[in-house]
Nanobody, 127 residues
Framework: QVQLVESGGGLAQAGGSLRLSCAAS????????MGWFRQAPGKEREFVAA????????YHEDSVKGRFTISRDNAKNTAYLQMNSLRPEDTAVYYC????????????????????WGQGTQVTVSS
């Protein structure tokens, strides 16, 4: 069982930055694929980024490439999402998620079913 707790959300101006953190419980964090998703009001949840178990492989959705960066610190059981050059359309609830790093995760390039989810953190970007 893995419990995930996001933090770091809040209000930012367009062009600004925020850094989200996802703290995980358990001793197997380093064996999990970690992902970030977001859901804007009235829209479906969408994939944002993911990172392999050892951090050597990252995936980013096209809409955030060059602006957002996913990373992780396995010693701290924490994943991060650095968000720069924020836009109003980035406004959403951001969720982190985890699943075992396995063949399915590799094949799906992060866009796979996740087993564990955090409660979400709100990000609001004003124009």
């Amino acid at each position: 069982q893995v419990q995930l707790v996001e933090s770091g959300g809040g209000l930012a101006q367009a062009g600004g930055s925020l850094r989200l953190s996802c703290a995980a419980s358990g001793q197997t964090f380093s064996s999990y694929l970690m992902g970030w998703f977001r859901q804007a009001p009235g829209k479906e949840r969408e994939f944002v980024a993911a990172i392999s178990a050892n951090g050597g492989i990252t995936y980013h959705e096209d809409s955030v490439k060059g602006r957002f960066t996913i990373s992780r610190d396995n010693a701290k059981n924490t994943a991060y999402l650095q968000m720069n050059s924020l836009r109003p359309e980035d406004t959403a609830v951001y969720y982190c998620a985890a699943r075992p790093w396995d063949r399915t995760a590799v094949a799906g390039k992060g866009r796979v079913a996740y087993d564990y989810w955090g409660q979400g953190t709100q990000v609001t970007v004003s124009s």
